[in-house]
């Protein structure tokens, strides 16, 4: 199993500013994903981010909001940009198992509020 | 996106009972997984089921999958406190690796 963290655990930021979130995997990985979960609500896929290559968005979802990083294979960010409170969430990060259509392990979260 | 719907969305238990739960879904999958997610933390993944299996056990928990009907169904058998959570079902469909959460079920468990 991967042992995955986030940075930081909580934030409450000012609109119109942006966050960024750091992933960390005790273990190297292939694929990286991040998701939303608004309040009350599911998860929602944000995009997949491969080392080396640019991250595939979700439909609803794009770069200029949401740059991603994936400098290495352990490592990746994630900023919310010119946030507004609608992008009050949880924003997680989680990694493939081992293969596709495995099972993902996840991070603790990142719960953001938007004021 | 979002493909599996849950149903109940709460439910409310005593401890020692057993708690099922069901998930629908809408395409052709590769599998079906379970997930447990306490108090807005991060997800634990649970059990995984395969399109071609039917039944899969895990210690406290029996999961169920009828491709026909395109529907899951985790019990959980003997409940404890513990077991509060919300439990996502999420599928992988074919030739595809991302997985499509379900809403959600809140389970409380009462000491």
């Known amino acids: 199993s991967a042992v995955i963290s986030q940075k930081p655990s909580r934030d409450i930021c000012q609109r119109g500013t942006s966050l960024t979130i750091q992933c960390q995997v005790d273990?190297?990985?292939?694929?990286m994903f991040w998701y939303r979960q608004q309040p009350g609500q599911s998860l929602t896929l944000i995009a997949t981010a491969n080392q080396g290559s640019e991250a595939t968005y979700e439909s609803g979802f794009v770069i200029d909001k949401f740059p991603i990083s994936r400098p290495n294979l352990t490592f990746s960010t994630l900023t919310v940009s010119n946030m507004s409170p609608e992008d009050s969430s949880i924003y997680l990060c989680?990694?493939?198992?081992?293969?596709?259509?495995?099972?993902?392990?996840f991070g603790p979260g990142t719960r953001l509020t938007v004021l | 996106s979002q493909q599996g719907e849950e149903d109940p969305q709460a439910l409310s238990i005593q401890e020692g009972e057993n708690a099922t739960m069901n998930c629908s879904y809408k395409t052709s999958i590769n599998n079906l997984q379970w997930y447990r997610q306490n108090s807005g933390r991060g997800l634990v993944h649970l059990i995984l089921i395969r399109s071609n299996e039917r039944e899969k056990h895990s210690g406290r928990l029996r999961v169920t999958l009828d491709t026909s009907k395109k529907s899951s169904s985790l019990l959980i058998t003997a409940s404890r406190a513990a077991d509060t959570a919300s439990y996502f079902c999420?599928?992988?469909?074919?030739?595809?690796?991302?997985?499509?959460f379900g809403a959600g079920t809140t389970v409380t468990v009462r000491a």
């Open positions: 999420a599928t992988v469909d074919l030739n595809d690796y991302k997985l499509s």
């Open positions: 989680s990694v493939d198992a081992g293969g596709p259509a495995d099972t993902q392990y």
């Open positions: 273990s190297q990985v292939t694929m």
